[in-house]
């Protein structure tokens, strides 16, 4: 059965720094992208990042670019989401998701495009 666990969400004050973790099982990681999207209270869910399944193409949305960074590590079936100079609009629940091939679904449909979802992990950016 396939499945995400994300991890590593908290408490951080702004310009803090958190690195999120999706780990997978049940399926080769390796034949997936891997989106990241959030939801904050009252708000739509919105896409954050995607790596290809080969890790060699890579998305951001506009809020975070030059911030956030996202990879993956393979061998341990397992995508980083490191997450730096934290403001407080970054407040969110996180997901972790996952859908064969590249980040093209991701990119063309959000969370519509994504087949598989962890069950979230919130990071709190607050002084």
């Known amino acids: 059965q396939l499945q995400l666990v994300e991890s590593g969400g908290g408490l951080v004050q702004p310009g803090g720094s958190l690195r999120l973790s999706c780990a997978a099982s049940g399926f080769i990681l390796d034949y997936y992208a891997i989106g990241w999207f959030r939801q904050a209270p009252g708000k739509e869910r919105e896409g954050v990042s995607c790596i290809s399944g080969s890790g060699d193409s890579t998305n951001y949305a506009d809020s975070v670019k030059g911030r956030f960074t996202i990879s993956r590590d393979n061998a341990k079936n397992t995508v980083y989401l490191q997450m730096n100079s934290l403001k407080p609009e970054d407040t969110a629940v996180y997901f972790c998701?996952?859908?064969?091939?590249?980040?093209?679904?991701?990119?063309?449909?959000?969370?519509?495009?994504?087949?598989?979802w962890g069950k979230g992990t919130l990071v709190t950016v607050s002084s």
């Open positions: 998701t996952a859908q064969r091939g590249d980040c093209s679904s991701y990119v063309q449909f959000g969370a519509y495009g994504m087949n598989y």
